[in-house]
């Protein structure tokens, strides 16, 4: 099905030049183009789209605000915002309603590739099979005052590192679990981190959301108590343990901290069916042991999805960032999406991947054993030749 694609900005010349920038796509996208927010609008009104991508800097309805609108209105469609380098205070306010930021002046293929996986993921998150799991949840738990306080407060801009500390100092349980993930091995720190302050000056405020969200997920989704509590201590200990991998992978700096954090939610989805589907999630592991096969290839069985876009619907919902979604949803199936360099997916994945080694070979006596499945993977990404560089690369506290 060919994707619906609008384009917005105040700028005439602007629009014009998009138009011949992105006119080898005229034979898969229908493309429309607005001139400013409330022609968006119209145009939403008319007929859906896909995605759309708004300039940032508009007069009258500027691009969070419309994106916003958007979300509201139309929340299967995807949000794409274009800002300079000089607009980072207005940019901070596209945060909770743009799922992509790309800076101007973007090439053509940065526009297509980005607006390419962000259908893709639309699409994937959009299963009837994933929301009908999410759906049979019930309602989803309320995340803590002290996380909602937090997110509150890295929406203003003027906010300080020690207000942010303070807030995260009055729940002992998730200062506790900031201090433990600030001093684990991924960080690489040379020097012990005793307090929350020195914890929030190192991180920064995006990293220190998103740690804590990740101390929300494992504080909620408790296994049921049929299941054995060494679940959830195993699912911790190897998301800790990808996390670390995924720290010392050659990922863009910029995006370090985000294929991180990732790692560190990718297993959140099989959180939710420990919790909250048990039958399902024992059924699975039961057929994944049954017949030799991996545990989400039994999930897709059974459920007609997995823990991968379980996880990455339930952390959208609460906010995560979307690349972040984005890897957390492709962890075991990297290849359904395009990667033109090494990118947070294929960060995730092979985190994901080389922290089950260690888990079924700590001492790693038995050397690296890439299974044709992976092989074909790893391949198909252009990193085979640098995965056993990785695997001796490996080096995390037990």
């Known amino acids: 099905m060919r994707k619906r694609v609008l384009f917005v900005d105040d700028e005439s010349k602007i629009l014009d030049g998009i138009r011949r920038m992105m006119h080898a796509e005229r034979e898969r996208w229908d493309m429309e183009f607005a001139i400013g927010g409330q022609a968006a609008l ?27 609108l958007i979300r509201d209105r139309y929340p299967e469609t995807a949000r794409i915002v274009l800002s ?37 993921l639309q699409e ?24 909602t306080s937090l997110e509150k407060a890295l929406t203003d801009p003027e906010v300080s590192m020690n207000e942010v500390a303070g807030i995260i100092e ?7 679990k900031v201090l433990q993930l600030v001093n684990s091995a991924f960080f690489g720190l040379g020097r012990s981190v005793t307090s929350v302050p020195n914890a929030a000056a190192y991180l920064g405020l995006d990293t220190i959301k998103n740690l804590a969200l990740g101390s929300e997920v494992f504080r909620i989704f408790v296994p049921d108590k049929r299941i054995s509590q060494s679940v959830c201590e195993s699912i911790q200990k190897c998301a800790n343990r990808a996390a670390a991998i995924a720290s010392g992978l050659p990922v863009d700096p910029k995006l370090r901290e985000v294929a991180v954090v990732a790692a560190l939610l990718h297993d959140a989805g099989s959180l939710v069916l420990a919790s909250k589907m048990p039958d399902e999630f024992c059924a699975a592991h039961s057929i994944a042991a049954e017949r030799g096969c991996k545990v989400y290839e039994a999930e897709e069985e059974l459920l007609g999805t997995s823990h991968a876009e379980i996880g990455a619907y339930l ?28 990118d947070c997916t294929v960060a995730v994945y092979v985190a994901s ?45 037990a």
Not at 49 to 57: E, K, L
Not at 356 to 367: F, I, Q
Request: hydrophobic share 40%; aromatic share 6%; charged share 20%.
């Open 42 to 68: 119209r145009a939403c009104e008319a007929g859906s789209f896909d995605v759309v991508v708004s300039d940032m800097r508009m007069p009258g309805m500027d691009g969070a605000t419309l994106l916003g």
């Open 124 to 147: 994937l998150l959009n299963k009837p099979a994933v929301r009908g799991v999410v759906g049979s949840v019930g309602q989803l738990p309320s995340l803590s005052r002290t996380y």
């Open 315 to 342: 952390l959208g919902l609460w906010g995560l960032r979307h690349q972040a979604v984005e890897a957390i949803a492709h962890h075991h199936r990297p290849t359904r999406v395009a990667h033109s360099d090494f």
């Open 353 to 397: 991947l080389l922290a089950g080694k260690l888990e079924a070979d700590p001492t790693r006596a038995k050397g690296l054993e890439i299974e044709e499945p992976e092989r074909v993977c790893l391949e198909k990404l252009g990193i085979l030749s640098q995965f056993p560089a990785f695997y001796e690369g490996i080096c995390i506290e």
């Open 170 to 176: 009055e729940d002992v349980g998730m200062s506790a």
């Open 84 to 120: 300079g380098y000089s607009e980072t205070e207005l940019s901070l306010r596209a945060i909770p309603v743009a799922q992509r930021f790309l800076a101007k002046p973007c090439s053509a293929s940065e526009l297509q590739s980005t607006i390419e996986q962000v259908c893709a």
